[in-house]
């Protein structure tokens, strides 16, 4: 499967974003799909996954109940909303696929190129 990140760009502290993941191929809804992130300087951490059918989402504490994550296999899609930003959430946020509901970045197998989201304060 290939994913396509969008949506990032430039936002005040407070505000928000929806990021999209398109992903091409047949079998997209057979992936879980998850979000990560990356700032400058430090490893790539987990922000949030979803299930394949959509019914179950995990997200880092870092996050939970400003960021929402959800998926339409119909569509072949998969969105991030990230609400009530702060600076601290400005990184390249990248999508990813993997066979199996995980927070490690080793797991996941598809990988987006990546959608830069920087938070003034």
């Known amino acids: 499967v290939q994913l396509q990140a969008s949506g990032g760009g430039l936002v005040q502290a407070g505000g928000s974003l929806r990021l999209s993941c398109a992903a091409s191929?047949?079998?997209?809804?057979?992936?879980?799909m998850g979000w990560f992130r990356q700032a400058p300087g430090k490893e790539r951490e987990f922000v949030a996954a979803?299930?394949?059918?959509?019914?179950?989402?995990y997200y880092a504490d870092s996050v939970k109940g400003r960021f929402t994550i959800s998926r339409d296999n119909a569509k072949n899609m998969a969105v991030l909303q990230v609400n009530s930003l702060k600076p601290e959430d400005t990184a390249v946020y990248y999508c990813?696929?993997?066979?199996?509901?995980?927070?490690?970045?080793?797991?996941?197998?598809?990988w987006g190129q990546g959608t830069l989201v920087t938070v003034s304060s």
């Open positions: 990813a696929a993997s066979p199996v509901l995980a927070t490690s970045t080793g797991l996941y197998g598809y």
């Open positions: 191929g047949r079998t997209f809804s057979s992936y879980v």
């Open positions: 979803i299930s394949q059918s959509g019914g179950r989402q």
